[in-house]
């Protein structure tokens, strides 16, 4: 039986509860078809958003949403996309898919969207083929309350006060789609565009986000920190979970074999290795460690499903992916103190989404419960918490070992204690045995994602994978005993 110890008066950190965010691009059927279909639209929608994904993302929690991109955001001209739109400017969108983008989903849209969802902003800017100046003016056509040339023009467009924007990211993969540059480059030129971005309402400062490194890119990191350690709030990071070493043969999101499926969670285990290496390397450059890591891009990629747009980047979900998530998020929580915002890629239709579209038909994906069952630890203090496991061995992986059970526990302002545990085998149950530091336990309450690791969610079907009541406990005066089943989350909650 392994023992699982959480101390309540060990306080860590508050989890920012924007780690648990999400990302949506330009591409696809992300923004239309998944989250904007127009106020003409049958499909039931208000101003324009799908009514049933509004909803969906409300309930699972959702607290910021970054926007237009990814590689789009740096080919993005955010004046084509505002005013009368019929008069918008045509685009083609020449990273995914090489479809004609209309620009009827612009700067206005996405805060309306925000507000809908209750949820923060982050506006990635277009550092690769824009200027200074354009930037700038979107700072201002967003944010100023006054009299301005932007501020005038965000009025004639029907918005007379500014919007909240919480975060800016200055350029996206600047080492890569965003322009090929080198760290030390970029570095130099997030200062100047920086340096344009206003901070136009006292009291209110955009958090501004530095282009950081492709997984273990650790020169680009340090190249970057070097320079922006004194202006920027945060760097970002970008890691995406593929089975195979191969990007141009990924793998299948459905068809997968048990050594398939234990070296995607291997590979996404990972992400404990990079968090601790990057912030090891932002802090040898910046000993005082204001500097956060954001990570604005993760999770699985496979290959797109069968019959559909490759540049589009569809593909299903499954409980394979629900063990990734739990995985990750258990990850982000355990890193509360240096990460200051997530989001996973992404919302809608795209890669690793936590909701699937088809006409007027939405499909809630066994990712989409996986964030819902984690939201109560949105800002919550994590506890120190320490669990014995077994260790899996990933063959595909030169025998890469990772653990079978990955947890983190939280408190919320009452005192009530949030755990949650991953059971990332496929074939093996596991019992434990939870005790907590100097506390008598009042109640505890249970529950379950659980099904074979194939299962999926799937249009005209009854769900399969879905938060259910877990009941395999033993409650005792000090904690619990508990088997978890194999390929399954589980979150205990605890009063005392």
Known sequence: MEKYLINPNQKEAIINKDIYGSFSEHLGRCIYEGIYVGENSKIPNVNGMRKDV???????????LRWPGGCF?????WKDGIGKKSDRKKMINTHWGGVT??????????????????CDSYVNGNVGSGTVQEMSEWVEYITFDGVSPMAELREKNGSKAPWKLKYFGVGNESWGCGGNMDPEYYGCLFKRYNTYCRDYKAGEHILRIACGPNVDDYHWTKEVMDKVKNYADGISLHYYTLPTNN???K???????????????????????????????????????????????????????????PGFLYQQSTMRDAIVAAVTLNIFNKHADRLLMCNIAQTVNVLQSVILTDGKKMVKTPTYYVFKMFKEHQNNTLLGSFLTTEKLVSKNDGNKEFPQLVESASMDENGVIYSTIANTSDTKKAKIKCQLADTKVKSIKA???????????????DEKVFIKEFTTFRALKDGFTAEIPACSVVKFTIER
């Open 73 to 77: 955001a740096d080919e993005y001209h």
């Open 251 to 309: 793998g299948s999101a459905t068809v997968f074999d048990g050594n398939e499926y234990i070296s995607t969670i291997c590979k996404a285990y990972r992400m404990e290795e990079l968090i601790s290496n990057h912030i090891a390397m932002m802090d040898s450059v910046a000993p005082w460690k204001k500097m956060k890591l954001v990570v604005d891009e993760w999770g699985t990629w496979y290959d797109v499903e069968p019959g559909t747009n």
């Open 447 to 461: 529950e379950i994602i659980t099904e074979e690791c194939h299962a999926l969610n799937d249009f005209d079907k």
């Open 101 to 118: 983008e209309d620009n009827s989903f612009g700067t206005h849209e996405f805060f309306e969207l925000c507000r809908q969802l209750g």
């Open 247 to 249: 990007w141009h043969r």
């Open 54 to 64: 509004v909803k969906a993302l409300k309930e699972m929690g959702l607290p910021v």
